[in-house]
Structure formats: C-alpha cells, structure tokens
C-alpha cells in the first residue's frame, strides 16, 4: 500500500460545485502540503501545515481551503469549483527533524488527484 | 519569492547520449532536491544534496551542488529508454519565513529514444 494516499484519483465536475480531495499517510510525519502541477508550470504551493493546529496559506491559496482532521489526514477542498483550477493535484508529507546527512525538506507525494472542471 | 529556473524544459535524445541539466536561483538553499516523475504518478525522490560543492552518483546520474548553494545540475551518462521522464529540481529552506517550504522549477521533459 501507498504510504501517500490520495483519494479521488480522478474526478470530473461542474463549475460551482464543491469538491474535497482527500490525503491519507502512513509515514508518521509531521508536515502535509498540497501542490498543484499545470504543464510547463511546475508544482506550485496551495497549503501546508506543520502539525494539526497550524495551517498556513502557499502562493496560489485563493480559492481553496483546507482541514487537517489529525496528523495523518490532510484535505483540500474548493467551495465553488471554476474551470482554471482544472489540474492535477498532489499532497505530500515532510519530516520535520533535521537527520544525518541533512535530508530535511525531502518530500514525499501521494500518486495525485486529477480534477477536471467543465 | 524564490524562483529555481530549470533548463532545458524539453529534451530528446538518443539512447546512449549524455545530457546535462540545469537548475539555477538567484537564492541561497538550505538543500536541494531532484525528483523524477512519470506519467500518471507523483515525483519521486533521487537525491538531497546540502553541501556547497557537494557531487552525489546515483548509478549513472551525477548531481552536483553549486558551491553558493544556488544551483545544481543532473549529469546522466548513456540515457536508456527508462531514464524518460519528468525532473524536477526543488530548493529548500530549514529556517527563515521559508522553512519547511520547498520551491519547484518548471521541470524538464526528458525523452530518451531507442
């Protein structure tokens, strides 16, 4: 089993509606993040949160919100879904303490969530 | 805001060629990631590096540190039709008001030809 589990992996739906994505992990972490990738775009910061009662907006968070249940469940949902937040979405886990050989900031995905909105 | 600039963003070659690529900033990382990712999949980790100057091998790929901790580079000898894929390089911070957060270049699209 995925130690990053996303769920839907992939869901199409009409403009207005509300959508959540859910991220489940079994890796013990500290920190969950949501990207959004768009060809030629990279991965882009919607959300993260270090731990269960910190949440805190990335670059491109309007239009998006997001609940952290527990340490293990992250999801990101969009209250009125619009067609250019069609894209391919990923969560990701990060452990937060710094081990030898300096491997902080490693990051960990989920296989992604495609959404289309029409 | 930190940018990471990746270059070349499409890159085909043959099987057996060397390729090069480059991921620079203009910002001071604390480490840098490389992932690779497939159609269909997440990015998956390669390697961290976290040392200016530092050289990581990982089979045929060569991953190079700038000595500024500004950029990188992923050197990859004889490409086979399995190197194909999606890199990413990915620029982190352990503290400051962008800890924890890593910033992404736009990818390079690298398809290797048999």
């Known amino acids: 089993d995925a130690d990053v589990t996303q769920t839907p992996r992939n869901r199409i739906t009409k403009t207005g509606k509300r959508i959540m994505l859910e991220c489940s992990q079994t890796?013990?972490?500290?920190?969950m993040y949501w990207y959004r990738q768009d060809p030629g775009l990279g991965l882009r910061l919607i959300y993260y949160s270090f731990d269960v009662k910190d949440i805190n907006k990335g670059e491109i968070s309007d239009g998006y919100s997001v609940s952290r249940q527990a340490q293990a469940k992250f999801s990101l949902s969009l209250e009125s879904a619009i067609p250019n937040q069609t894209a391919l979405y990923f969560c990701?886990?990060?452990?937060?303490?710094?081990?030898?050989?300096?491997?902080?900031?490693?990051?960990?995905f989920g296989e992604g969530s495609r959404l289309t909105v029409l | 805001t930190q940018l990471l600039e990746q270059s070349p963003q499409f890159l085909s070659i043959q099987e057996g060629e060397n390729l090069t690529v480059y991921c620079n900033s203009s910002?001071?990382?604390?480490?840098l990631q490389w992932y690779r990712q497939e159609p269909g999949e997440g990015p998956v980790l390669l390697v961290t590096?976290?040392?200016?100057?530092e050289v990581k091998k990982l089979k045929r790929l060569t991953f190079q540190f700038g000595d500024a901790r500004k950029d990188s580079s992923l050197h990859i000898t004889a490409a086979q039709p399995g190197d194909t894929g999606l890199y990413l390089c990915?620029?982190?911070?352990?503290?400051?008001?962008?800890?924890?957060?890593?910033?992404f270049g736009d990818g390079t699209t690298l398809t290797v030809k048999p």
């Open positions: 590096v976290v040392t200016g100057g």
């Open positions: 990915a620029g982190s911070q352990f503290g400051g008001t962008n800890a924890g957060k890593s910033t």
């Open positions: 990701a886990t990060s452990d937060r303490r710094v081990l030898a050989g300096g491997n902080t900031g490693e990051l960990f």
């Open positions: 910002s001071v990382f604390s480490s």
């Open positions: 890796k013990g972490h500290d920190r």
